[in-house]
């Protein structure tokens, strides 16, 4: 093993990786940290809205795609009736309503990374540094607008469940 | 992590165990090694280490140089937050319910021995971002003929992000680096943001041009915990989300870099005019008096 070869091995032992870290918001533990959540939190309620979206794909392709591969023998619009039937199941609209939650904290979350990221608001003006060293970003107006969007997604995620189950 | 300045006054757990979690480079063996530690007030957790070095295991390597937070040498993994040892009390990570305290090598660094990491990787990605002041001028910048501009203001923009100790918390915090071992990092892009806000800089050109690429800027989240682990209140995350902005700007065409003027060079001996000894004087000093009786003050010869 050369030396380049053994510090790569060396490195990869102690780097968490992409699924642990974009899952996990606690394998680092910080305090004063809920941005970590959010990061989380978005991700993979990105992948929830990735997987429905491929599955919407096959879903409203169904009556061609079933033409050449048919579900329980039936193709074409038939296959697409099938299909409504089955998403009408309790499991699926619980599916839905996980859905519904991913698209409102996805959408909220972004409309505030692109204020922050794009346009450089609510984030904290460089200060005198002095102790106890607190970072002036983890107190500008983007950790109120984090809050802000918790409680609004939370809210209107309770209220979906009134239109999806109701 | 801001500093938790009450913990210094309270009372440690008289023995605590400490978990060690350690690598030995030669036989690629790693393990965790328990070891008892009697405390005191006041004790921080490099002191526990070195007690445990001193006195218990001889084998056991730990990085550290100044024990006061300014070098940046003993960042460790204490209870999974990266931290710095000399600034962390005993009291602040163990309770008298709980005196287990957990200690790691910095995670997203190669690990040389037991505690120890290897940094070339964190110094390569700052070095590469060209981290020094660059003058079109550089006649001027070689043979300097006097001071560059800059109010407090100015001064201010710049002091925060000056402040970094490179003791790599931030980097070993960071959810981006864990993914992907070509991220610049937040220290590297911090120190961007630094030298792009500094009215003496020009060359905010060549800077935008690295770390506008697939490794640059735009990979972060802003999951922040860089800004949440840092000892000294640097603040990478806010510092990245600026240098975006920044560059979202310049791409856009609607940049203006602040510029700096060379101030002029002070005048020579022979052109400064002495005030007339009035102005000089405090008030009540009797000059004619001083003439009769003058106080002869003897200097030490050169």
């Given at each position: 093993m050369s030396d380049d070869e053994k510090f790569r091995s060396l490195e990869m032992e102690n780097r968490q990786g992409f699924w642990k870290a974009s899952l996990n918001p606690w394998l680092i533990r910080a305090k004063n940290n809920p941005e970590r959540v959010a990061f989380v939190l978005h991700r993979v309620t990105g992948f929830i809205i990735i997987a429905f979206l491929l599955a919407?794909?096959?879903?409203?392709?169904?009556?061609?795609?079933?033409?050449?591969?048919?579900?329980?023998?039936?193709?074409?619009?038939?296959?697409?009736?099938?299909?409504?039937?089955?998403?009408?199941?309790w499991w699926a609209r619980l599916g839905e309503w996980i859905v519904a939650g991913a698209v409102l904290f996805h959408a909220l979350n972004g409309f505030r990374?692109?204020?922050t990221e794009f346009f450089g608001l609510g984030i904290g003006k460089p200060v005198e540094p002095k102790p106890p060293y607190e970072a002036p970003t983890l107190n500008a107006p983007q950790r109120t607008w984090l809050y802000i969007e918790f409680?609004?997604?939370l809210v209107l995620w309770a209220f979906s469940a009134f239109l999806i189950f109701g | 992590m801001a500093l938790?300045?009450?913990?210094?006054?309270?009372?440690?757990?008289?023995?605590?165990?400490?978990?060690?979690?350690?690598?030995?480079?030669?036989t690629k063996k790693i393990w965790w090694q328990e070891y008892k530690v009697e405390t005191h007030?006041?004790?921080?957790?490099?002191?526990?280490?070195?007690?445990?070095?001193?006195?218990?295991?001889?084998?056991?390597a730990v990085r550290?140089?100044?024990?006061?937070?300014?070098?940046?040498?003993?960042?460790?993994?204490?209870?999974?937050?990266?931290?710095?040892?000399?600034?962390?009390?005993?009291?602040?990570?163990?309770?008298?319910?709980r005196p287990v305290v957990t200690v790691e090598p910095l995670p997203n660094?190669?690990?040389?021995?037991?505690?120890?990491?290897?940094?070339?990787?964190?110094?390569?990605?700052?070095?590469s971002v060209k981290p020094y002041l660059i003058r079109k001028d550089t006649e001027e910048q070689e043979n300097p003929k006097g001071h560059l501009k800059m109010n407090p203001e100015e001064f201010i923009d710049i002091l925060q992000f000056s402040n970094c100790i490179f003791c790599g918390?931030?980097?070993?915090?960071?959810?981006?680096?864990?993914?992907?071992?070509?991220?610049?990092?937040?220290?590297?892009?911090?120190?961007?943001?630094?030298?792009i806000n500094d009215v003496r800089d020009e060359g905010h050109k060549e800077r935008f041009a690295i770390v506008d690429s697939e490794h640059g800027c735009h990979r972060c989240h802003f999951a922040a915990t860089c800004s949440a682990v840092c000892p000294k209140a640097v603040d990478p995350a806010g510092a990245i989300q600026g240098l975006r902005s920044k560059l979202f700007k310049y791409r856009l065409g609607f940049f203006k870099k602040k510029s700096s003027e060379v101030l002029s060079a002070p005048p020579e001996k022979g052109e400064r005019v002495p005030l007339p000894p009035e102005a000089t004087t405090l008030p009540g000093v009797d000059l004619k008096q001083f003439e009769k009786e003058p106080v002869v003050i003897k200097l030490p010869k050169e």
């Open positions: 919407h794909i096959l879903e409203t392709d169904s009556p061609v795609w079933s033409q050449y591969a048919p579900i329980n023998g039936l193709s074409g619009w038939a296959a697409w009736t099938y299909i409504m039937g089955i998403e009408s199941a990374l692109l204020l409680v609004v997604a | 938790d300045i009450e913990a210094a006054t309270k009372l440690p757990p008289k023995v605590i165990t400490v978990r060690v979690r350690r690598y030995n480079p030669e007030k006041g004790m921080t957790m490099l002191d526990v280490l070195l007690d445990i070095k001193e006195n218990t295991d001889h084998t056991l550290y140089s100044c024990r006061m937070g300014l070098c940046g040498s003993c960042g460790v993994n204490i209870n999974g937050t990266p931290m710095l040892a000399c600034q962390t009390q005993v009291s602040q990570v163990t309770s008298n319910a660094f190669p690990v040389v021995k037991d505690l120890m990491t290897e940094f070339s990787d964190f110094f390569n990605k700052h070095r918390l931030c980097y070993s915090s960071c959810p981006v680096v864990a993914a992907d071992p070509e991220y610049l990092g937040p220290q590297a892009l911090m120190y961007t943001f630094r030298f």
